[in-house]
């Protein structure tokens, strides 16, 4: 099940970033020869809409536009530079030249059209957040949103540390302390708070059984706390904090969604940024980035939390992959708009050799750094 969610999400993701292209080329006059749904190879047309083939392909992951001209590489591959339609039109196939293509257009529009797919995966997280906001989201006490029904919940587990062993996972809400005859909180008493149950965990010496709610269904788990993880004390190696459920009204939830989204990926930018700095200096560390398989573990764990976790968590997806792709690698969007970039400063376009050269070099290092990833989580998981 986890796998086809992440499918899912997967394949909702590309294609919300390949119909903001579509959309944005459409609006320029730029010709669009196919929106394929998966990759090929092909497994059916489906329709034509607006003299775009819509196309079904085997593959199962996300989908792909063929706009005329945007590569080089394929600018020529053409069975004639100038054809007839079946109106008796002339139609001029050579993208150098025809009107409805995108080498025609100038740099601004192409820009666009490349940014496009970057700002559609932005605008669906900002949807997927603002309808967690109108259902009800969960969300971290103090901050600008109003919640109600706060509890202690965990924010983050240590990996290899005592609670990561016991099978505690973020999202997990605590019920309850006990050690011994020792229980917090008292019967009758309020929630535990995340400064008792830091304490009381503190001065434990021996196991502490946890009362967790994971969505909506209790259990327990024993774990016995350890020192050195924190210093002068015992810990288990979570992280905890108040969070209660957002639910607001149209409006409020649009705006506040807009916002969340915004500071989501500014932070996730951030994050990145600082990643690729530390990787020029030989101080990245790989341990934080998580690839497909990692991701698909990540997907049952946000499951059994619920819907608006899920929503969340399809969210932060969305912002990363439109953040990677604007990054000014080759064969990324980022990498196609900084070609744009070099062309309008040197007026001339780049050579097809190097722009071949470039790219393929780009892509072979994708998929080399994906293969790394992908070994690493296969260990975690083992």
Request: charged fraction near 15%; glycine fraction near 10%.
């Amino acid at each position: 099940m986890s796998i086809l969610i992440f499918i899912i999400i997967l394949s909702t993701l590309i294609i919300v970033h390949e119909l903001g292209h579509f959309l944005v080329a459409k609006k320029f006059g730029i010709r669009v020869d196919e929106f394929g749904l998966g990759f090929p190879p092909r497994a059916k047309e489906l329709f034509i809409w607006r003299k775009t083939l819509f196309t079904l392909n085997w593959l199962p992951f996300g989908g792909f536009v063929k706009i005329f001209g945007e590569n080089p590489a394929t600018s020529d591959e053409v069975d004639s530079q100038v054809s007839e339609s079946e109106e008796g039109k002339v139609i001029d196939n050579n993208a150098s030249t025809a009107p409805d293509s995108f080498q025609s257009k100038n740099r601004a529009i192409q820009a666009t059209v490349l940014v496009a797919g970057v700002f559609g995966n932005f605008l669906f997280a900002w949807f997927l957040i603002s309808l967690g906001f109108l259902t009800g989201l969960p969300s971290p006490v103090g901050i600008y949103v109003p919640v109600e029904d706060a509890q202690t919940t965990i924010t983050l587990v240590l990996p290899d540390s005592p609670a990561g062993e016991a099978g505690l996972k973020s999202g997990d809400v605590i019920l309850s302390l006990s050690r011994g005859e020792d229980v917090i909180p008292e019967s009758g008493g309020e929630a535990v708070s995340p400064e008792e149950a830091s304490q009381f965990i503190a001065v434990s010496s021996e196991p502490i059984i946890f009362e967790i709610n994971r969505g909506g269904e209790v259990s327990q788990k024993s774990v016995t706390p350890e020192e050195g993880i924190i210093a002068d004390q015992r810990a288990v190696g979570i992280s905890m904090d108040l969070v209660g459920i957002a639910k607001l009204p149209p409006h409020e939830a649009l705006w506040y969604g807009l916002r969340t989204t915004t500071e989501l990926t500014v932070l996730t930018g951030q994050a990145i940024t600082s990643f690729i700095g530390q990787s020029f200096t030989g101080k990245a560390d790989l341990s934080g980035v998580t690839g497909p398989v990692g991701i698909v573990g990540m997907v049952g764990d946000v499951r059994e939390l619920g819907f608006a976790y899920l929503l969340t968590f399809t969210a932060l997806i969305s912002i990363n992959l439109a953040i990677i792709n604007l990054l000014p690698f080759p064969a990324l969007d980022g990498g196609r708009l900084f070609f744009v970039l070099v062309e309008a400063i040197t007026r001339k376009p780049v050579p097809l050799k190097v722009f071949n050269v470039v790219n393929a070099a780009g892509f072979a290092l994708l998929i080399l750094l994906m293969v790394v990833i992908t070994i690493q989580d296969i260990r975690n998981i083992f």
